[in-house]
């Protein structure tokens, strides 16, 4: 008896904080929504692109209902609820009325449109959040703005039919002696096709194979790489909905005889169906740095972090990180061209570099694409720093050591910050930021000074401070190619 009610109070006490527990963990919140036109200009496509901010990680999809002349997109957001007060008012080219509704599900949103749109028309993904960016995790909704009436009759028969691409094969081969890598892909195609490739630098390294006369088929769509020469590879339906086109995504942009693409006939007797290959050699990244003393005529590009949709840190008086970084990275150059160098900033205006709501990795990637594009002889990252302890000050640089002067580079750059600024030492330390490592050339990643400290955010707002740590960079690469050209001189 005394033992059942032990048990009785134990269940009773565990369950009060187990329903509360479940029901506010049950639901995320959807918390923003907001939208404009995005372009990929590698993949073709020009869509509205429709984002909503949600609390915690959950799955959606959408679904085509479609009637008379116009279609319905409705996307179901799962494990979500609309925050309190938040606002559904969606009115565009694409979109003519939004509406929403909560169920058991999760929150279905219904998207009104003032065209017809088929199944590949639209695509329903999420983002991941990322605390330092200040992103939440997101649902994005992106619907083509030119529907494609040839993709819309096919999706009446979803069953693949006619001539169509069988498979994709790749292989490596490293040449033992020289240790360049090479890579191979092979579409296999159930019928004779014509294939073409182009290159395309913006927003990404990419290398279209635009296959003409078969459908992707049941192919895989997507191929993930180790980024030594690829990143990955997906197949998609070619331009206007005919034949197929392979995307390559590149960590560095090839030139014309990078490449080389051909055809190979059917050999039944080998059971070979006819072949598109596709050769990649990749040029060997220039280990040998030979640097002169001196900033005139040297190519350097800054990079300001964040930018438009991305604020970066936040100061307790509101200053935000993209700002201050700008600030600096503009009067940097300013220096830097009256000493007769040729500056390039990713950005010169508050803007996202690759588009609103790009994944981090594409936001990142257009903007060593420049630096790597350009040739440039270093890149210098610009950033402040936030820290959950206010009382956090100072300055720091970070380093990935992929040539033997980027650990120069970053001393350099901290020691003339330090006396230029005259903040604390947070010294200089190496990182994995994908800046600073995916760049062919030394580069640095600079945290000027601390948001989350008052003074440190009140010298960060300051023309004085931003103009002091500019010359402190300035005085830092001169007298990093100084140091670099004698190092190369005693080899
Ligand atoms: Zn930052």
């Not at 630098?201 to 191929?223: M, N």
């Not at 995307?247 to 080389?260: Q, R, T, W």
């Not at 007298?479 to 190092?487: L, R």
Request: contains cysteine.
């Amino acid at each position: 008896m005394r033992r059942t009610v032990m048990w009785f109070l134990l269940l009773w006490c565990l369950s009060i904080p187990q329903v509360s527990l479940a029901e506010s963990a049950a639901k995320a919140e959807i918390t923003g929504i907001r939208s404009g036109p995005f372009v990929d200009k590698g993949l073709g496509t020009n869509v509205m692109r429709y984002v909503f901010d949600v609390s915690r990680p959950v799955t959606a999809e959408g679904f085509v209902v479609v009637g008379g002349a116009s279609s319905r997109l409705s996307v179901v957001i799962k494990d979500a609820v609309p925050a309190e007060g938040l606002g559904l008012e969606v009115e565009d080219e694409v979109v003519s009325r939004a509406s929403s509704a909560v169920n058991s599900v999760g929150t279905q949103v219904m998207l009104e449109l003032k065209q017809k749109i088929s199944m590949n028309d639209f695509k329903v993904f999420t983002l991941p959040g990322n605390p330092q960016a200040n992103k939440v995790f997101r649902v994005v909704v992106d619907i083509n703005r030119n529907p494609n009436s040839a993709a819309l009759d096919k999706q009446v028969e979803p069953v693949v039919q006619g001539p169509q691409l069988l498979q994709m094969r790749s292989y490596t081969h490293v040449d033992a002696v020289t240790g360049a890598s090479k890579i191979r892909m092979v579409l296999d195609s159930s019928v004779p096709v014509v294939a073409s490739a182009s290159l395309s630098s913006t927003p990404l390294p990419r290398l279209l194979v635009d296959v003409k006369g078969a459908a992707p088929g049941k192919i895989d769509r997507e191929y993930e790489f180790d980024s030594k020469i690829i990143d990955r590879a997906a197949i998609i339906p070619g331009p206007g909905g005919a034949g197929s086109r392979l995307i390559v995504d590149l960590p560095l942009m090839l030139e014309s005889g990078d490449y080389k693409l051909f055809t190979l006939p059917a050999d039944p007797k080998a059971d070979k169906p006819f072949r598109v290959v596709l050769d990649i050699d990749k040029k060997l990244p220039p280990v040998q740095f030979t640097f002169t003393p001196g900033l005139a005529n040297k190519v350097i590009v800054i990079d300001p972090g964040h930018g438009g949709s991305d604020p970066g840190a936040i100061g307790l008086g509101g200053l935000q990180e993209k700002t201050a970084n700008l600030a600096v990275a503009m009067q940097t150059k300013a220096l830097l061209q009256k000493a007769g160098a040729k500056v390039l900033l990713t950005r010169e205006t508050d803007i996202d570099v690759y588009g609103p709501d790009a994944s981090d990795v594409e936001e990142l990637k257009s903007r060593t694409t420049i630096a790597n594009n350009q040739k440039a002889d270093v890149f210098i990252s610009i950033h402040s720093n936030s820290s959950v302890n206010r009382d956090v000050s100072g300055t720091s640089t970070y380093f990935y050591q992929k040539t033997p002067y980027d650990v120069m580079l970053a001393q350099s750059i901290q020691q003339s910050l330090l006396q230029a600024g005259g903040l604390a030492d947070r010294r200089v330390n190496s990182a994995n930021f994908y800046v600073i490592k995916r760049t062919m050339m030394p580069a640095a990643l600079i945290e000027l000074a601390f948001l989350s400290n008052k003074n440190d955010e009140k010298l960060l707002g300051s023309p004085q401070f931003q103009q002091q740590m500019a010359q402190g960079i300035v005085r830092g690469l001169d007298k990093f190619f100084a140091q670099a050209s004698k190092q190369g001189g005693e080899e």
